[in-house]
């Protein structure tokens, strides 16, 4: 079976730029996480989804951030406008809620903003 | 609410044995330990959910102090592919989802 599937893996933009990642989760897995990764602050939880709806999203840092779940195979994270603190490893991670709670990650989007 | 882990960092030969402590000032009520090699995604370990829980996989093993707020893993005869950063990860009691993960611990075996 396909993991978590990410794109793009590396994405390099320009301060001000609308940044879009993209995450598709294991087939019948109702949980969609996304994670942020920095040296600074480690794996940070941003958002969780359960069946498409989002549940918490209290770690979303800013306005600027913001995530969707339009369907149970596809979710997006969007920086708008984008900022150079914003350079991360983004982990999008997603479980099915009857196993004993493994997270399976995907293999991360890692953003420069110059 | 973020567990903390010690060392933060550890180097070993190969064979020899390492521990990985996490600890937290709430009260733990499951505590997860991934593997995360460079570059690449975390992956899962185990998961311990009782207190005085021990579980092993292959030579990595982990036991869970409840009272103490504190779970241990432990690398036996470590090996190269071993090498990596650890992370264990808790969540609030009521709400199983907002998973928290340490700091991470990352661990060098040399030949």
């Known amino acids: 079976d396909a993991g978590v599937i990410q794109s793009p893996r590396h994405e390099v933009t320009e301060m001000g730029q609308e940044v879009t990642l993209r995450c598709k989760p294991i087939s019948g897995h109702d949980y969609l996480f996304w994670y942020r990764q920095t040296m600074m602050r480690g794996l940070e939880l941003l958002i969780y989804?359960?069946?498409?709806?989002?549940?918490?999203d209290s770690g979303m840092p800013e306005d600027r951030f913001s995530a969707k779940m339009p369907n149970a195979s596809f979710s997006t994270l969007k920086i708008q406008p984008s900022e150079p603190r914003d350079s991360a490893v983004y982990f999008c991670?997603?479980?099915?809620?009857?196993?004993?709670?493994?997270?399976?990650f995907g293999e991360g989007s890692r953003l420069t903003v110059l | 609410q973020q567990p903390v882990q010690s060392p933060q960092a550890v180097i070993l030969r190969e064979g020899e044995d390492a521990v990985i402590n996490c600890s937290s000032s709430?009260?733990?009520?499951?505590v997860h330990w991934y593997r995360q090699k460079h570059g690449e995604a975390p992956v899962f370990l185990m998961i311990l959910l009782k207190g005085g829980e021990q579980k092993g996989h292959e030579k990595i093993s982990a036991s869970f102090n409840e009272k103490k707020q504190q779970s241990s893993l432990y690398l036996t005869a470590s090996q190269l592919s071993y090498s990596g950063t650890y992370f264990c990860g808790t969540h609030t009691l009521y709400n199983f989802n907002k998973f928290y993960f340490g700091s991470g611990t990352k661990l060098n075996v040399k030949p």
């Open positions: 709430k009260a733990l009520y499951s």
């Open positions: 991670a997603s479980r099915f809620f009857r196993n004993t709670g493994e997270l399976f």
């Open positions: 989804f359960n069946n498409n709806v989002p549940i918490d």
